[in-house]
C-alpha cells in the first residue's frame, strides 16, 4: 500500500515536498523502483521520477531535472519528490508508483503494479 500527501497550491518559484509512504512489504533491500508519475488535466500521464530502494541512483524526466529531487528514508518505507522553482506546467496529480519486481524500463507506468492515491499540486502564476 502506497500513501501519497504533501500537495497543495503555490505560487510559481515557490517548493513544495511530496511524501510517498510504503506499507505492506519489506522494501529497503528491494531492487525495485518508486517512481513519481504525474497527470496534468486533459492530458496522459507521465514520469517524473525515479529511485531503487536499495540503491542511491536517480532518474528525471527531463522537464524536472534540476529542480525537483528524489530522496529516501528505506527505515520509513518512504520516498521524497522535492520541487523547487515550481512552473504552472507541473500543475497535476502526482502518483507513487512501486511494485515488488524491478520494472523493464523505470519510467514505464505499466510496469508498476503498486499505486497510491495521488496528491494535486497546483501551481498559479
Known amino acids: 500500500q502506497l500513501q501519497a500527501s504533501g500537495g497543495g497550491l503555490v505560487q510559481a518559484g515557490d517548493s513544495l515536498r511530496l511524501s510517498c509512504a510504503a506499507s505492506?512489504?519489506?522494501?529497503?533491500?528491494?531492487?525495485?523502483?518508486l517512481a513519481w508519475f504525474r497527470q496534468a488535466p486533459g492530458q496522459r500521464r507521465e514520469f517524473v521520477a525515479a529511485?531503487?530502494?536499495?540503491?542511491?541512483?536517480?532518474y528525471y524526466s527531463d522537464s524536472v531535472q534540476g529542480r525537483f529531487a528524489i530522496s529516501k528514508d528505506s527505515a520509513k518505507s518512504t520516498v521524497y519528490l522535492q520541487m523547487d522553482k515550481l512552473k504552472p506546467e507541473d500543475t497535476a496529480i502526482y502518483y507513487c508508483?512501486?511494485?515488488?519486481?524491478?520494472?523493464?524500463?523505470?519510467?514505464?507506468?505499466?510496469?508498476?503494479?503498486?499505486w497510491g492515491q495521488g496528491t494535486l499540486v497546483t501551481v498559479s502564476s
Open positions: 508508483a512501486t511494485d515488488r519486481y524491478p520494472p523493464a524500463a523505470y519510467y514505464v507506468q505499466q510496469d508498476y503494479g503498486w
Open positions: 529511485i531503487r530502494w536499495n540503491s542511491p541512483t536517480t
Open positions: 505492506g512489504h519489506t522494501f529497503s533491500a528491494s531492487s525495485a523502483f
